[in-house]
Nanobody, 129 residues
Framework: GQLVESGGGLVQPGGSLTLSCAASGFTSDYYAIGWFRQAPGKEREGVSCVSNYDGSTYYANSVKGRFTISRDNAKKTVYLHMNSLKPEDTGVYYC???????????????????????WGQGTQVTVSS
């Protein structure tokens, strides 16, 4: 499948930003889709995901209560609504999809690395005053 992101930018601490990811070319409805991010000098980490199978959502502890993932099935688009942004949220955000839903969930919730089937091109989010 193909993933195309949009919506990154520069925002002040405490501000909000919404990322979008349009998905196409997926032949199965059984997959998870969500977001990873990579800060300079750090490894890529799972942020949030939604199961396209049953709509369940999952978050990393670092963003729980501040970020919300949602989806528009008609538009085949997933959104990441980011509120109360902090400088440590700065990084390149990648939309990602994979058919291994349990492994994706663990990657997000526990921060374990995983090989992802489909990546977007990435969008820069910078939180700075």
């Amino acid at each position: 499948g193909q993933l195309v992101e949009s919506g990154g930018g520069l925002v002040q601490p405490g501000g909000s930003l919404t990322l979008s990811c349009a998905a196409s070319g997926f032949t199965s409805d059984y997959y998870a889709i969500g977001w990873f991010r990579q800060a300079p000098g750090k490894e890529r980490e799972g942020v949030s995901c939604v199961s396209n199978y049953d709509g369940s959502t999952y978050y990393a502890n670092s963003v729980k209560g501040r970020f919300t993932i949602s989806r528009d099935n008609a538009k085949k688009t997933v959104y990441l609504h980011m509120n109360s942004l902090k400088p440590e949220d700065t990084g390149v955000y990648y939309c990602a999809a994979d058919q291994n839903i349990p492994k994706y969930i663990v990657a997000v919730v526990r921060g374990t690395p995983m090989t992802i089937g489909s990546w977007g091109q990435g969008t820069q989010v910078t939180v700075s005053s």
